[in-house]
């Protein structure tokens, strides 16, 4: 079995393991028998299946806990292990603690978590010390990390229990500067701060806050960055709640009191990119019920796309793809398309390999070129800009894939206008699914692109197919010509 689907298949035993564990006394000791079959047999599933077990009653980690233990420790102490085999045991070991501290801290548990720390703190000095492998262990202690920063949310550790994790990181923090860094961070994830438990409480404040006063301590003059993305993540989520057909005039009132502090924030020096990408998705909200619901153009919105199409292209256009929804046509996507689509084509042109690592402006010029042309598809004024920008779409691709840069921009690329397209279809029409139709044929058609790629092509076609109402679906009469039957010359 894939490593993949052993992955699935552990998420799914771990949600009929809460179920039964939890709630039926009796328990589920044929899991218990199931893991220790395959501690004998196949090791990697028994780790895979164990670690995503929730708390668990005594008897059903006792039966098998021995076994998997010392198979767990074969693999951190084996020649020519990988990275993933080693972190797979070494998670194993590190929950085995967790598990047993779980139930009690008697002196005899105690000396068994103990056994488990000297195991796995001897294999990161040998690891490290005689062997040179720092990095090697460095990622395996990442990807504990990545998986403790889950778990011990998911199932509320123990002061006990964090102990143990910051033991462990404690005796393993002197191997090297750069294990140390690594340790210090897992320290800190499973020990609440004094700034943690003031995070949880201003979360707890903001719960009880009605939206204007959340959006008055996101804008609020001395407010620390952290505070601020807080507030503005709560007001997110909030709008993000609120599907009701008919709004309150207060809540039409707000979210129009609500614009130019959002274009004032985009606006913002400084602004982090994650701080820009939660104030995108409250943008998305409000432009929904305005501009959507209420037909109202947001004119600051567009103003400040146009004015920043050149500075800032890539806040600019990405602002414009968060914009998933019908929008007016004389009053803002011309005004828009005037200044954004002439940067957009310029940045289709394939960029040259040295700037590979930095992708994100061509990728961004690819999914501004389609939501571009979503928009201007029946507007008979931009007939020949649509045309043009479409095929610059193709050739550019097409060139990528001929240069082998296709893993790092193409699919990347398509897997954006994927998330566009899930989140426009309801409005689309006759019009955009032919356009979308003939440029996947046309993307499809591409010599040696991946199948990779095509498969994430083949995904937006099926969510067309399902998504588009059959009255609009109308087949397009040919293959090469297919640009001219949905643009009117």
Not at 112 to 137: A, I, N, P, W, Y
Request: glycine share 4%; net charge negative; with cysteine.
């Amino acid at each position: 079995m894939q490593e993949t689907h052993m992955k699935i298949l552990r998420k799914i035993v771990s949600f009929v393991a809460y179920d039964v564990v939890s709630l039926d006394n009796n328990g589920w000791d044929e899991l218990s028998e199931c893991i220790l079959s395959f501690a004998e047999t196949e090791p990697f599933k028994a780790f895979h299946v164990f670690i995503e077990l929730q708390r668990v009653y005594w008897r059903f980690i006792e039966r098998f806990m021995d076994r998997i233990g010392d198979e767990a420790e074969k693999v951190l102490s084996k020649e020519g292990s990988d990275v993933g085999e080693w972190s797979l045991g070494l998670v194993t070991l590190v929950k085995l603690g967790i598990q047993i501290l779980d139930s009690g801290v008697e002196e005899w548990r105690v000396d068994l978590v103990k056994f488990l720390m000297t195991v796995v703190v001897d294999s990161v000095r040998v690891l490290v010390k005689k062997k040179g492998r720092e990095q090697f262990v460095i990622q395996g202690l990442e990807n504990l990390e990545r998986f403790l920063l889950r778990d011990k949310v998911l199932y509320r550790y123990s002061k006990d229990q964090c102990n143990f994790v910051s033991t462990f990181m404690y005796k393993i923090r002197q191997v090297s500067t750069k294990i140390m860094e690594v340790a210090k961070k897992i320290h800190r994830l499973v020990n609440r701060s004094k700034n943690q438990d003031f995070d949880h409480f201003c979360f707890e404040q903001l719960n009880g806050l009605s939206l204007l006063d959340i959006v008055k301590v996101f804008v609020l003059p001395g407010t620390e960055e952290k505070g601020k993305e807080m507030a503005i993540r709560r007001l997110n989520l909030l709008l993000s709640l609120d599907h009701s057909s008919e709004k309150s005039e207060y809540h039409v009132s707000f979210l129009r009191y609500l614009q130019p502090l959002l274009v004032s924030s985009l606006s913002k020096d400084g602004i982090s990119e994650s701080m820009f990408r939660i104030v995108g998705e409250v943008v998305y909200h409000d432009s929904y019920e305005m501009m959507n619901v209420q037909e109202e153009t947001w004119f600051g919105l567009r103003d400040y796309i146009v004015s920043k199409s050149k500075t800032e292209f890539q806040r600019a256009v990405y602002i414009f793809c968060c914009l998933t929804m019908p929008l007016n046509e004389e009053e803002f996507v011309i005004p828009v398309m005037e200044s954004l689509l002439p940067e957009i084509s310029s940045r289709l042109n394939p960029p040259p390999s040295k700037v590979l690592v930095d992708n994100s402006e061509w990728v961004l010029a690819f999914t501004g070129a389609f939501c571009a042309i979503i928009h201007l598809i029946e507007v008979e004024s931009q007939a020949e800009s649509v045309k043009e920008i479409a095929y610059k779409m193709i050739d550019s691709v097409r060139e990528l894939v001929e240069r082998g840069m296709e893993v790092g921009l193409v699919r990347r690329a398509f897997r954006d206008v994927e998330s566009i397209v899930k989140k426009d279809l309801e409005w689309f029409g006759a019009s955009e699914y032919k356009f979308i139709k003939g440029l996947l044929w046309r993307l499809y058609e591409i010599k040696d692109m991946k199948m990779e790629s095509r498969i994430v092509l083949w995904r937006i076609n099926v969510r067309i197919e399902r998504g588009v109402t059959a009255l609009f679906k109308e087949l397009l009469e040919s293959v090469l010509d297919w640009l001219n039957q949905w643009v009117k010359i």
